[in-house]
């Protein structure tokens, strides 16, 4: 792997890599920096949290004239929570360059924004709903950009936002340098790259680079009704610092955060029928550490980067490889060891089978941990608390209390107590789930032959996907309803 300082970066960028705690350039890094320094087009296959921001944030803050106060390049990307981060990543490494970007997205007071533009930042970073709006009502030019981005433009396809893609890029010269990144290519965005792109330079990761080699892939076959107390179980044994956990509908979210917070869990729910408030409180418990488990659907989790997650559960299988390496890129982010956890029922045994194949992933299957196995897990953590608070001394108040039990019963006895009132039994609390019935994908392989994106009838989590080119607007415009689509 190469250094930052041997890919020709100026001086003010490395010195903000060299701030953020960067020394070396991931492949996609290595990979497209240089040539997008030389001006090509750019066609990036590669997944989230591989550290494609960067692979073309850096070329963008290259290129920009801080000496013109106009917009000189935008990306477009498939929802607000990534929009903000990518413009946040950017002004993190265009600390010393005096370089402006902005999100725009909706949710935000689009008047608020207006005023914003005004003060002529150099990029802008947004969702293509909202970018249209602006573009409408002449509150942003694109036409003297010189760069245009589609981050994660897969994503925007299964979103219903093709169509916005085009009329956004009609507003941009023809003579810029565009770069998409992707982690799969349908056949629609192979026909936009052929659309809007000139000659562009296809980079793409190794197959066994599809999934992150840093995260560790496994499967448990457990029975439908046996689940719930399975991940009961996992969560105790694996202890994650922080996990996201993937449900099929907004029902089963919704049971599964109820289910776990009864049982002493910190967790919430995140789907389509939050507004965005709702969804922006949920993030920033999350991000701040008040829950540590997230439960979502595909959906809702689209654009979700959270650093730090170290496990993803997938608690209903995912219906295709694509919907798998999107999951599964939640953790092992940034060079990070992460762990994806898939539960399988005995009929779905055939659908991780083409999933790891499509995938080019290794998924190993393991052994369920026994109830004793999950009770020894949280024994151990209570005795970690609890030397924990003697060691920071934060027990004096009870000092006298715990003298007059000392003078009734043993230590043996009264610890075993202690433990055992921090250690809950899992079935001391019943959860009950509703079944949902398994649902397969039609072709269950990734789309890098560029073949069409088939819709799933009856999933309302993935309603008005594209195909080829075209969605369905009424479905995309119900979910601006639902704030999914800002």
Known sequence: MKTFDQLGISGPIQRAITDMGFEEASPIQEKAIPVALTGKDIIGQAQTGTGKTAAFAIPILEKVDTSKEHVQAIVIAPTRELAIQVSEEINRLAKYMGIRALPIYGGQSIDRQIQALKKRPHIITGTPGRLLDHIQRRTLRLDRISMAVLDEADEMLDMGFLEDIERILKE???????????????????????????????????????????????????????????????????????????????????????????????????????????????????????????????????????????????????????????????????????????????????????????????????????????????????????????????????????????????????????????????????????AEAPRFASKPKLKFEGKPRRNHKGNKESAGKGGKGKYDKSSRNSRYKEGILK
């Not at 000139?198 to 457990?222: G, I, S, W």
């Not at 694509?322 to 990070?336: D, L, M, P, Q």
């Not at 956890?341 to 194949?357: A, C, H, L, M, N």
């Open 172 to 434: 941009t010269p023809e003579n810029k340098q565009t770069l998409l990144f992707s982690a799969t290519m349908p056949k629609p965005i192979q026909n936009l790259a052929e659309k809007f792109m000139r000659n562009p330079e296809h980079l793409q990761m190794k197959a066994k680079e599809v999934t992150a080699p840093t995260v560790q892939q496994v499967y448990y076959e457990v029975n439908e009704r046996d689940k719930f107390d399975v991940l009961c179980r996992l969560l105790d044994v694996d202890n994650p610092e922080l996990a996201v956990i993937f449900g099929r509908t907004k029902r089963r979210v919704d049971e599964l955060s109820d289910g776990l917070n009864k049982r002493g869990y910190l967790a919430d729910g995140l789907h389509g029928d939050l507004n965005q408030r709702q969804r922006d409180v949920v993030m920033s418990k999350f991000r701040e550490g008040n829950i540590d488990i997230l439960v979502a659907t595909d959906v809702a989790a689209r654009g979700i980067d959270v650093s730090g997650v170290t496990h993803v559960y997938n608690f209903d299988i995912p219906q295709d490889p694509e919907s798998y390496v999107h999951r599964i890129g939640r953790t092992g982010r940034a060079g990070k060891k992460g762990l994806a956890i898939t539960f399988v029922t005995p009929r779905e045994i055939g659908q991780i089978r083409s999933i790891e194949k499509a995938s080019k992933g290794n998924i190993q299957r393991k052994t369920v941990p026994t109830v004793a196995e999950a009770m020894e897990s949280k024994q151990r953590m209570a005795m970690e608390k609890m030397v924990q608070l003697v060691e920071e001394q934060q027990y004096a108040p009870f000092k006298e209390t715990a003298s007059e039990l000392l003078d009734r019963y043993d230590s043996i006895t009264l610890v075993s107590v202690a433990l055992k009132m921090l250690t809950k039994d899992e079935k001391d609390v019943p959860v009950q789930l509703t």
